[in-house]
T-cell receptor, first 115, second 108 residues
Framework: GAGVSQSPSNKVTEKGKDVELRCDPI?????LYWYRQSLGQGLEFLIYFQGNSAPDKSGLPSDRFSAERTGGSVSTLTIQRTQQEDSAVYLC?????????????FGPGTRLTVL | GQNIDQPTEMTATEGAIVQINCTYQ??????LFWYQQHAGEAPTFLSY????GLEEKGRFSSFLSRSKGYSYLLLKELQMKDSASYLCAVTRRRALTFGSGTRLQVQP
C-alpha cells in the first residue's frame, strides 16, 4: 500500500521498560509528525520532522521521549522508562513539502499499554 | 498558547443537517483543518480553510472566520456512516493543534 504504516499495531509493556515505535511515511513525503491520543481525548502534538531534522520538539512531554528520523524516511519514537500515563495511541502522519499548510496523512497508530 | 473548543457530543437524525462549531484562540494561525475519525481508526482529512468563507465538498462544507476565530463543519443528508468524531485542528508552523473532537451520533 501507499499509505503511512506504523508498527507494532499494539504494544503492551511493563512500567519502567523502554519501547520503540516505528513509522514509515508515504514515499516522497519529507514532513513527518508524531501525535498521541489518550482515550476519549483529542490528538496531542509531540514532534515534527522536516527531512531528518526536527524544527519543533515542543510537544515532547518529558526527556523520556525522543525521536529520530533517518534517510528522510523511517522514524522511530522511543519512550524510556515507560509510565502508566504513557498509555495512549501514538499516531504518525506525513505530508508533502509545498508552500503553506499541508494535509497530513495519518497512519493507523500504535496502541501502547503500560501495565 | 492555543485553545480550541468544540462540543463534546452531538446527536442528529439520518437525512438531517448538522453543524459542528469550533472556536480557537491561537498565535501564528495559518489555517484550519477538519478531520473525521471513526472509532479505532486514524483521522482522515475532510477540509482545509485558510481564507474566510465557505468551502463546499459534496455533502460536507466548512466555514472559517479568521477575525472571529470561528469555524464550522456542516454535514448534509446525514448517513449512519457519518457517526464518528470530528476533529478541528489549527495549524501553526506546520504542526497541527487539535481540539478534543466532537463525537457525532447519527440515529435512524
Amino acid at each position: 500500500g501507499a499509505g503511512v504504516s506504523q508498527s507494532p499495531s499494539n504494544k503492551v509493556t511493563e512500567k519502567g521498560k523502554d519501547v520503540e515505535l516505528r513509522c514509515d511515511p508515504i514515499s516522497g513525503h519529507t514532513a513527518l509528525y508524531w501525535y498521541r491520543q489518550s482515550l476519549g481525548q483529542g490528538l496531542e502534538f509531540l514532534i515534527y520532522f522536516q527531512g531528518n531534522s526536527a524544527p519543533d520538539k515542543s510537544g515532547l512531554p518529558s526527556d523520556r521521549f525522543s525521536a529520530e528520523r533517518t534517510g528522510g524516511s523511517v522514524s522511530t519514537l522511543t519512550i524510556q522508562r515507560t509510565q502508566q500515563e504513557d498509555s495512549a495511541v501514538y499516531l504518525c502522519a506525513s505530508g508533502p513539502v509545498v508552500a503553506g499548510d499541508n494535509e497530513q496523512f495519518f497512519g493507523p497508530g500504535t496502541r501502547l499499554t503500560v501495565l | 498558547g492555543q485553545n480550541i473548543d468544540q462540543p463534546t457530543e452531538m446527536t442528529a437524525t439520518e437525512g438531517a443537517i448538522v453543524q459542528i462549531n469550533c472556536t480557537y484562540q491561537t498565535s501564528g494561525f495559518n489555517g484550519l483543518f477538519w478531520y473525521q475519525q471513526h472509532a479505532g481508526e486514524a483521522p482522515t482529512f475532510l477540509s482545509y480553510n485558510v481564507l474566510d468563507g465557505l468551502e463546499e465538498k459534496g455533502r460536507f462544507s466548512s466555514f472559517l472566520s479568521r477575525s472571529k476565530g470561528y469555524s464550522y463543519l456542516l454535514l448534509k443528508e446525514l448517513q449512519m456512516k457519518d457517526s464518528a468524531s470530528y476533529l478541528c485542528a489549527v495549524t501553526r508552523r506546520r504542526a497541527l493543534t487539535f481540539g478534543s473532537g466532537t463525537r457525532l451520533q447519527v440515529q435512524p
